[in-house]
């Protein structure tokens, strides 16, 4: 169907009433998601959640048929679970690590893959060690190929920073890392519902994203995708009796696909809110919504560049929907806080979220706006007027 603004904005009541630019947090959901979840916490309340979710089987397997579609692979291949760290951690955590094995990481990376990778190091004796960079921030592929060799287990690739518009090469990291027998988890958490992701091409091993941030669903929900060539080497840290069968007092068989990173209990109706959300997605078109975001993006970024005093820190030609800036003589906070007084939704990222890459430019913290397909041109304006207003101290 065509982009339809005026459409999707009235499916998103979020949008009155406030200037929202904090897609990249936890985004708007659309009607379709809010009727998705509150149907079934209602038939829940009618029926119990085991009845209800018996009568949502069909509407339940479509989520993963629908996340399927949208990352190109088979339904087979998709675990849901509660978040994207959670995803992420489910897979990590499955890989055998012996001493003297090494995971490679990126500057980019999230503080809780840097932290469970740090956990690896520290159980199982294996090395952590950061691809460099190039002058975009970009993981160095001469760098990843000179560092690769027999040793490399497993390659962590950030694709979307949380902390600037940074577009790591997935494929290109992939190939690489592929000659040499390492896996590549791919975090897809700022990566899904605002860029194209087809793990079909990619060739990753795992992707985990989530469903609260540009796919526009429910907090508390997440998915794990899994290379069915990858699966099967693999056992989950901790089985679930959902995907797991005792088959005697001393014996039990693991699901063969995916579903073995699943536990038994979820959130039924959150799962169907995802559903809705990548289906709405997929109804506004893909490359359409990213087109729109970045262009949104881009904007933002153009104006920020006129405005005296900002700094704007995403670097390089193609950048995601993420726009980071600092303004001179203002700590983060207050300007975060300054504009949400007057109804700006945004946030900022902090060194912590991001120690490689903000280190290495120097920062403690920037302010972060992150605009979708829904927001306007009149919104961008009024924001970049409210930001030069801050920046000048007329607001306060």
């Not at 709405?280 to 104006?303: D, H, P, Q």
């Not at 902090?350 to 927001?375: E, I």
Request: net charge negative; aromatic share 6%.
């Amino acid at each position: 169907m065509p982009f339809d603004l005026d459409r999707i904005r009235a499916d998103t009541p979020g949008v009155m009433g406030t200037l929202f630019f904090d897609s990249a947090g936890s985004s708007l959901p659309p009607l379709p998601v809010l009727d998705a979840v509150i149907s079934h916490l209602r038939l829940e309340a009618q029926v119990g959640g085991y009845r209800a979710a018996e009568m949502a089987g069909d509407r339940f397997a479509g989520v993963k048929q629908s996340i399927a579609e949208l990352i190109g692979c088979a339904p087979n291949d998709i675990a849901l679970l509660d978040s994207a760290g959670r995803a992420w951690n489910e897979f990590f955590s499955a890989v055998p690590f012996q001493p003297g094995e090494r995971i490679l990481t990126c500057r980019a990376d999230y503080p809780s893959n840097a932290v469970n990778a740090l956990k690896a190091h520290k159980t199982h004796g294996v090395s952590v060690e950061v691809i460099p960079s190039d002058e975009f921030g970009r993981v160095d592929l001469d760098a990843l190929a000179a560092m690769l060799d027999d040793r490399v287990r497993l390659v962590s690739l950030v694709e979307v920073p949380t902390n600037s518009g940074l577009i790591n090469p997935v494929r290109d990291v992939v190939e690489l890392a592929h000659q040499h027998g390492a896996l590549v988890l791919h975090d897809a958490c700022q990566s899904v519902g605002q860029l194209p992701v087809n793990v079909a091409e990619s060739g990753v091993d795992a992707l985990s994203s989530t469903g609260r941030k540009w796919l526009r669903g429910p907090r508390g929900t997440g998915f794990l995708y899994v290379n069915p060539k990858t699966t099967a080497g693999l056992e989950p840290r901790v089985l679930g009796t959902s995907t797991t069968a005792w088959t005697s007092p001393d014996g039990y068989e693991v699901a063969n696909d995916a579903s073995r990173f699943e536990q038994w209990e979820g959130n039924i109706a959150g799962f169907l809110g995802l559903g809705a959300a990548v289906d709405y997605l997929l109804g506004v078109g893909v490359e359409e919504a990213s087109a729109t975001l970045r262009a949104n993006a881009r904007r933002l970024r153009a104006g920020l560049a006129q405005i005296p005093g900002a700094q704007v820190w995403d670097l390089g030609d193609e950048l995601s929907g993420i726009v980071t800036f600092t303004l001179a003589d203002k700590a983060v906070d207050s300007v975060v806080a300054e504009l949400a007084g007057h109804s700006v939704s945004c946030h900022f990222s902090r060194r912590t979220s991001a120690q490689h890459d903000m280190a290495a430019k120097g920062l403690s913290a920037v302010v972060r706006l992150s605009p979708h397909y829904f927001n306007t041109d009149s919104e961008i304006d009024d924001v970049l007027e409210l930001v030069a207003d801050v920046a000048s101290g007329l607001k306060s």
